[in-house]
């Protein structure tokens, strides 16, 4: 027996050629391949590791022709084939394809579409990944990324060749929020005015925007955007008192996420001064909200028990108090305690006794 030795990086196919004549039964040639595990027939597989030594094995009493021996340390898929004549007549010639590989696989991932909203995602997105290996890419496997909210979410992938070799990858961090930010508003009434108040919070991505839309009270329903900003407040003027308005605040976020809240507010006429309870050791100056078209007001003060202390009519918005008058036949004086009073608007002449609805009430406190 004779053997011509091949260094390979890869091995192939082992198959022996027997002749067609029963004769020639025994005349046989089989490629061997050498690697590190040491040397047997050559595979009809993926070597992932260089075949040291490619060897051919034929039985005794065969000439060989074109047997090359040859070495094969990288990727390589080749043909190679040997040639053996017997001297009972027959000749053989065994081939096969050898197959190494000895690179590893690469592999990509990354979302599998674009943002959403300003670089953000807002909802699932899967991993989309890009792969290659000498052997080819059997198959890839990827995640796909639902929460949490986080500026740094990723997508992963896992490949395998056809020579059996894995890859994992992870993707670059990628900005993720599916959650609408919190939002409170507030809406509080006053003379001709609503003052609407909100905050935000409880968001990975940061705030962009906060639009307020009004609707009025009319038939028609009239809506207008009244603010566009970033503040956290708004003041809206030039209403009409006693009727009621509806602010729809809506926040958005940078990752496209909106949350909105409804509120209402009747703006009205109300009392200036003093501020409620306040503590005072001088009579005080009454003062409210002119009523438009009022023509005098009706001021009435109020001590502890329900009695009336005092009924005027100012034609001003504002009335100063002594520290004693006379009401009712009776004097009075302004002595310690807590005082309530309330106001109310009179239209045409005083006579008429033509009233409107009470502007407000106020409450002070008289100390020593």
Not at 102 to 112: D, E, H, K, N, R
Not at 283 to 305: C, E, K, M
Not at 325 to 352: H, I, M, N, S
Request: aromatic share 10%; charged share 15%.
């Amino acid at each position: 027996m004779r053997r011509l030795a091949l260094v390979a990086a890869l091995v192939g196919v082992g198959v022996s050629l027997a002749p067609a004549s029963a004769a020639w039964a025994n005349d046989s040639i089989t490629p061997m391949c050498t690697t590190s595990a040491g040397t047997q027939p050559c595979s009809t597989g993926w070597y992932t590791t260089p075949v040291l030594q490619l060897t051919w094995d034929w039985t005794a009493g065969g000439t060989p022709s074109n047997c090359n021996e040859d070495a094969y340390q990288t990727d390589t898929i080749t043909t190679i084939s040997c040639t053996v004549s017997w001297s009972d007549g027959f000749t053989g010639t065994q081939s096969y394809t050898l197959h190494v590989e000895v690179s590893s696989p690469t592999a990509a991932v990354a979302p599998s579409r674009l943002p959403d909203s300003n670089g953000w995602y807002n909802h699932p997105v899967a991993g989309a990944v890009s792969a290659t290996s000498f052997s080819g890419i059997a198959s890839c496997t990827s995640t796909t990324y639902t929460g949490p909210s986080t500026p740094s979410a990723t997508v992963s992938a896992w490949c395998i060749d056809h020579a059996g070799k894995q890859v994992s990858v992870t993707s670059a961090p990628f900005a993720f929020d599916a959650t609408p930010p919190s939002l409170t508003a507030l809406a509080t009434p006053g003379d001709q005015s609503v003052a609407i108040n909100w905050s935000t919070g409880g968001d990975i991505a940061p705030i962009t925007s906060i639009d307020v839309t009004r609707t009025d009270g009319t038939k028609t329903a009239n809506v207008d955007q009244i603010y566009s900003g970033l503040r956290n407040g708004f003041d809206d003027t030039h209403l009409r008192n006693g009727m009621t308005y509806t602010y729809t605040v809506t926040a958005r976020d940078a990752a496209g996420n909106v949350t909105v809240q409804t509120v209402r507010a009747t703006p009205d006429a109300r009392v200036l001064s003093p501020a409620p309870d306040a503590h005072v050791t001088s009579p005080p100056t009454l003062s409210w909200t002119a009523a438009p078209g009022a023509s005098y007001y009706n001021v009435q003060l109020f001590r502890g028990d329900p009695a009336k202390l005092l009924s005027l009519w100012p034609a001003r918005a504002s009335l100063q108090l002594h520290r004693t008058w006379r009401f009712d036949g009776r004097r009075y004086r302004l002595k310690p305690g807590r005082y309530t009073w309330y106001v109310w608007p009179g239209f045409g002449k005083r006579e008429a006794a033509h009233y409107g609805r009470m502007i407000g009430s106020g409450t002070f406190v008289i100390v020593r």
